[in-house]
């Protein structure tokens, strides 16, 4: 059963030198208990569609198009009052940079027991509660009283990911959780993720540029590229199968240990996404781009089972 | 390193700082052309002896250097020396009379500034018209440049004038019935539950404080509102909506932010306060240090002139170290 | 030297627009104050304290002067004393800016610490001080004011040039040979004035009201010169009694004049960041 559904959304930056659109045309569904992860460079609008779930797209950003349909309800239309108990309690969010997602001027457990108070828990079991996550993150009692800069990257993103779990929310929502971390504390960010994903069978959504992380940890994987989905499929479907000549690009792009030369970079540069080149946002980059893809922007086709790809030569290439 | 080190180690640096004014002032006002005595009374004739008796009287004949130490070593053991004008009345004491006045409309200035000032920022930030920032950032920088005795004749004008309300000058019309403690009069008339002086004190203070305040709240409105509005763009209020917190506490906790720029700010600025309450003083008949100063000039005294000057460079080393420690509290990163 | 383009892209900043407007107004008001003025600033020619009227525009003080006059002006001794003491200290202290900067060491830490502590001290009250020390003239206002304010230039101009010391190209000049003097004018000098012209439109407005202030005490000219501030302390008791133009009149051109000042502080500050972006 899902309990996320993304429709058609579309994200636009109205900035005072052009337009830009940072999100085209998406949609996923999320089921209970997966973990999807949405992969693409920077500038694929993959940040921005994790803050448009929330319906948090800073200025001068709007969302214009589209359903996020969670439970029944498309939250995009809430208002301010009624998003805000969803906020953190029932879909929440970790972000990248843990160095300024924690005010620096509070204690951890003065932030903590107001997020929580703030959704209703009982002012008398808020402490508790604090101390209970924050070993579920495998955080010791200490770091309750400290203040943020007296931690290091690793326990300030695991405080993010405690108060991110504490209310039991059914999706979170984790961008780049562990690109600002050192190699060795990615795993045990990671791991602590799956756990949670385990125990309290939240869904997840990762979002990362790292294609080896989402093959190694994600059940379904969407590519992103200029604001379009490109490629969308279960893991092992994808792995196998890959269908879009990015997919394949980014793949082959991944170092391997047993590998002789080079990785294969990709040319060219990403889209300028205020003056987007007609047809298929990829083509300029693409090395099997034909006249019909400079015209018209491919549609998404579903080429097996829950595999969906957006490509004009879908059929014609392996 | 730990807070008190912190503060010790601030509090000697105020002393080379005083020094090098000391030093300053005292060659300007004795290295210079002229017999200060003679400047001072404001003739030239006068016999021989008589001048050299009063000279030897006030320690001017003494080689200059010995008349640079003696008077700091003075001043420490809280000697200040003595008028020039007045025959032999301590300076020291008449400066410990007046401080408290100008320390009441100090502080009262600067809580008005930051009424103003950080109040206006902060409505600022949470208005969504552009036009009306750049009104307030406008407001901000012309409020701040407005001559003071001008503000002050005006509204005294209106209000002592023509409308009647408030008094035009002093502190208090009703001395007799305060028994001052502390010397700031509002202050002292609260503790001791004395309403009718209180109001009396209070009328009196409106006028200078509003003035001086109005001219250096000009600074904190742009500073307000541009820190404002960049924090509530930053990913720390991101992360806050993401949580679900609701707007009013997120303002607040953005404003704690804000209280940084506006706490260093505040002690880099506290000289300019000093130089407009000498003018708010003057203006408004306020006895205070800055009268003090000024009256001093007039009749070139110059002895307590020099004690004023090493007066306020002690005060404003001071302000710098309370501000400096006000900081430490508001941002644990500095503490630890 | 800057183009025609630059200039009129200056121009074009409103604030530096309004600002200078108002600035040469009253410079003209100086310059042609024997043409428009309608009296002599200094002889009686009407009735004493008579308020604004036709023949009087902006009344007559104690003395029976015409308030319009000296109000033209002035604006004379005004903008003498503050163009004197802005380019003093302008002068003075980006020299000894410069000079400490590059040259560094025991000179620059005595000197700076010295500047630091002239910055931090009320720069009203040292300048009475000083007026007092002098004794009151115009040029020992203007005098007193420069050194007030040197610090402002000194500290400014001495960032610059750390910051810009240790750029390659500096360094590259150094290897070549060049002598430092040359280094200092031709390479460092130009990058210091963008910021220099910020320093200075600001400065301006501060020596404005400084003089003002000084004259309030009377530390600037003597009687019968015409000059704001002192018109102003010379008016206050009849202020208080109602005649409101004395004050008025005079205290509105000091507050404009730094008006002025400060709008194109503010416009030239816009186009540098704006720029830096």
């Given amino acids: 059963m899902e309990i996320l559904l993304v429709n058609d959304l579309w994200v636009r930056y ?31 609008g993959k940040s921005t569609l994790g803050l448009a779930l929330l319906n948090m797209v800073p200025k001068p950003g709007r969302i214009i198009r589209g359903e996020v349909i969670f439970d029944g309800v498309d939250i995009l239309k809430l208002d301010l009052h009624e998003i805000r108990k969803i906020r953190g309690s029932r879909i929440s969010m970790v972000f990248q940079d843990p160095f300024t997602t924690l005010d620096p001027l509070r204690r951890i457990v003065d932030q903590f027991e107001e997020f929580l108070i703030e959704h209703g828990v009982d002012r008398a079991k808020a402490r508790t509660i604090v101390r209970e996550y924050l070993e579920a993150v495998g955080l010791s009692e200490r770091i309750m009283y ?97 269908k879009h000549p990015y997919t394949k690009a980014l793949f082959e792009a991944l170092p391997r240990i047993l590998q002789r030369d080079l990785p294969r970079s990709l040319p060219g540069y990403p889209p300028d996404l205020r003056n987007p080149p007609p047809g298929c946002i990829f083509h300029p980059r693409c090395e099997f781009a034909i006249e019909k893809c400079k015209r018209e922007p491919p549609p998404l086709i579903e080429v097996s089972r829950n595999h969906f790809v957006r490509c004009h030569r879908v059929g014609e290439l392996l | 390193m730990s807070l008190l080190r912190y503060i010790a180690i601030r509090a000697l640096m105020i002393i080379p700082t005083v020094l090098v004014l000391y030093t300053l002032v005292f060659i300007i006002l004795r290295v210079l052309p002229g017999n200060p005595v003679l400047a001072a009374l404001g003739t030239k004739n006068i016999p021989e002896e008589q001048l050299k008796a009063l000279m030897s009287e006030l320690g001017l004949d003494k080689p200059l250097y010995q008349q640079y130490f003696e008077y700091l070593f003075n001043f420490i053991r809280g000697d200040m020396g003595k008028s020039m004008i007045i025959r032999g009345r301590p300076i020291a004491s008449d400066i410990l009379d007046k401080l408290p006045a100008t320390l009441e409309l100090s502080i009262w200035s600067i809580m008005f500034s930051l009424i103003i ?40 004008l209106v209000f002592s004038k023509y409308l009647g309300l408030l008094p035009t000058g002093g502190r208090l019309t009703t001395i007799g019935s305060l028994k001052p403690i502390t010397g700031i009069y509002t202050l002292d008339a609260l503790i001791q539950l004395n309403i009718p002086v209180f109001i009396d004190a209070l009328k009196h203070i409106v006028l200078p404080a509003f003035t001086l305040g109005l001219v250096i709240s000009g600074p904190y409105m742009r500073l307000t509102l541009n820190n404002m509005e960049e924090i509530l763009e930053s990913k720390i209020v991101e992360a806050y909506h993401a949580r679900g917190i609701r707007e009013s506490k997120i303002r607040r906790h953005a404003f704690r932010h804000v209280l940084i720029p506006i706490t260093t700010y505040t002690g880099l600025q506290f ?50 170290l309370i501000v400096d420690v006000l900081y430490a509290l508001i941002d644990p990163r500095v503490r630890y | 030297m800057p183009s025609v383009l630059e200039v009129i892209a200056v121009l074009k900043n409103k604030y530096i627009l309004s600002g200078l407007i108002i600035v040469l107004i009253f410079v003209f008001m100086a310059i042609l104050a024997d043409i428009i003025s309608p009296y002599s600033p200094v002889e009686a020619v009407g009735p004493p304290l008579h308020p604004p009227s036709r023949l009087y525009l902006m009344g007559t003080d104690n003395l029976g002067r015409d308030v319009f006059s000296r109000v033209i002006y002035g604006s004379r001794i005004m903008l003498m004393i503050t163009a004197m003491a802005v380019v003093m200290s302008g002068a003075i202290g980006t020299v000894l800016g410069l000079i400490s900067g590059y040259l560094g060491g025991l000179l620059d830490r005595v000197l700076s610490f010295i500047m630091d502590s002239i910055y931090a001290f009320p720069s009203l009250i040292l300048a009475i001080a000083l007026s007092v020390a002098l004794g009151p003239s115009p040029i020992n206002a ?12 000194f500290r400014m101009v001495r960032g610059q040039v750390l910051s810009i010391k240790n750029e390659t190209y500096i360094e590259m000049a150094r290897a070549l040979g060049l002598p430092s003097t040359r280094i200092v004018l031709r390479h460092i000098l130009p990058h210091v004035t963008r910021t220099l012209m910020v320093v200075f439109s600001m400065n301006s407005a501060d020596a404005i009201l400084t003089e003002a202030a000084l004259s309030f005490i009377g530390l600037t000219v003597q009687p019968p010169t015409p000059d704001w501030g002192f018109d102003l302390y010379k008016g206050r008791g009849f202020v208080l009694a109602g005649m409101w133009w004395i004050m008025l009149f005079p205290g509105l051109s000091i507050t404009l004049l730094a ?7 503010e416009g030239v500050s816009t186009l540098i960041s704006s720029q830096k972006r």
């Fill in chain 1, 14 to 44: 109205f900035t005072l030198s052009g337009v830009v659109s940072a999100v085209s045309g998406v949609s996923f569904k999320l089921r209970r208990g997966e973990m999807l992860a949405i992969v693409g460079e920077s500038g694929s």
């Fill in chain 1, 146 to 242: 400290s203040y943020p800069h007296q931690l290091s990257g690793g326990q300030k993103q695991r405080v993010s990911i405690a108060m991110a779990i504490a209310l039991n929310p059914e999706v979170i929502i984790a961008d780049e959780p562990t690109t600002a971390l050192d190699v060795v504390v990615q795993k045990q960010i990671m791991d602590l993720i799956d756990n949670i994903k385990e125990k309290y069978k939240s869904s997840i959504i990762l979002i990362t540029h790292d294609l080896a992380l989402a093959l190694e940890r994600a059940d379904t994987i969407m590519v992103m590229y200029g604001g379009y989905a490109m490629e969308y499929a279960e893991k092992k479907e994808l792995f196998n199968n890959m």
């Fill in chain 2, 117 to 156: 000032g950080v109040g206006l920022g902060y409505l600022g930030a949470g208005v969504r018209s552009e036009f009306v920032k750049t009104i307030i950032r406008l407001t901000g920088s012309i409020v701040f440049v407005i001559f003071i005795p001008a503000l002050g004749l005006g509204l005294q």
């Fill in chain 2, 271 to 320: 000289a300019l306060l000093m130089g407009g309450a000498v003018l708010t003083e003057t203006t408004f008949n306020w006895p205070g240090i800055g009268t003090y100063l000024v009256d001093k000039v007039m009749y070139r005294d110059y002895t307590a002139i020099q004690a004023v000057v090493i007066i306020f460079a002690i005060i404003v080393g001071l302000t710098s």
């Fill in chain 3, 142 to 153: 203007a005098i007193a004011i420069a050194v007030v304010y040197v610090p402002t230039y």
């Fill in chain 3, 259 to 265: 008006v002025g000042f400060a709008l194109i502080s």
